[in-house]
């Protein structure tokens, strides 16, 4: 089955740590996979997308993410955290349609 | 930029009233979405429509129905209000690249 797992529900960093939010999916064929962001009573915005070709891809607001085909993982990365990063995050998976993860909310402390 | 705009932020309604949540988008997208988002399960498709008077049901359908007759607006509509449908209902417009935009949401609390 399709599915996309976030097992984190929870993260708490110090602001200028760095940060990995975890996400695996199950798909069997290539995968479409997406990081999303959502602030507190907000809409979700696009951080990044992975279709093919370079497996690190760039996204905005410093973000990162690793496609790993033998872990079957795409986990979001950044180097520095900002008080701003505090929000919900999500990992998507584009079957026919989108399958997202439970979310990941990330708390910053000063 | 996409913009994508849902008629109510906070939405207050009785057990049994029909409810009308619209989502209009700027980009001339042709696939637009409803969801529910729910804490602790994330979010949930409720319809799609990939063209004007196209619907398809998503994961859990039951309890709503969609109208899209222009391709810019795509409304949801909870025909019998009940208390499980309080949630955080999203928009959605997607581009050919499969890049999902959302509107801001609509919290309905259902009395």
């Known amino acids: 089955a399709q599915s996309v797992t976030q097992p984190d529900i929870h993260i708490t960093v110090s602001e200028g740590a760095s940060l990995e939010l975890r996400c695996n999916y199950s798909?069997?064929?290539?995968?479409?996979l997406f990081w999303y962001v959502q602030s507190p009573g907000q809409g979700l915005q696009l951080l990044l997308k992975?279709?093919?070709?370079?497996?690190l891809v760039q996204g905005i607001k410093g973000f990162e993410a690793e496609f790993k085909r033998s872990q079957s993982s795409f986990n979001l990365r950044k180097p520095s955290v900002h008080w701003s990063d505090a929000a919900e995050y999500f990992c998507?998976?584009?079957?026919?349609?989108?399958?997202f993860g439970t979310g990941t909310r990330l708390q910053v402390f000063p | 930029d996409v913009k994508v705009t849902q008629s109510s932020r906070y939405l207050v309604k009785r057990t049994g009233e029909k409810v009308f949540l619209e989502c209009v988008q700027d980009m001339d997208h042709e696939n637009m979405f409803w969801y529910r988002q729910d804490p602790g399960l994330g979010l949930r498709l409720i319809y799609f429509?990939?063209?004007?008077?196209?619907?398809e049901k998503g994961d859990i359908p039951e309890g709503y129905s969609v109208s899209r007759e222009k391709k810019e607006r795509f409304s949801l509509i909870l025909e019998s209000a009940s208390t499980n449908q309080t949630s955080m209902y999203l928009c959605a417009s997607e581009t050919s690249s499969y890049e999902q935009y959302f509107g801001p949401g609509t919290r309905l609390t259902v009395t």
């Open positions: 992975y279709f093919s070709g370079d497996t």
């Open positions: 998507a998976l584009n079957t026919d349609k989108l399958i």
């Open positions: 429509s990939y063209d004007v008077k196209m619907k």
């Open positions: 798909y069997g064929a290539t995968p479409y």
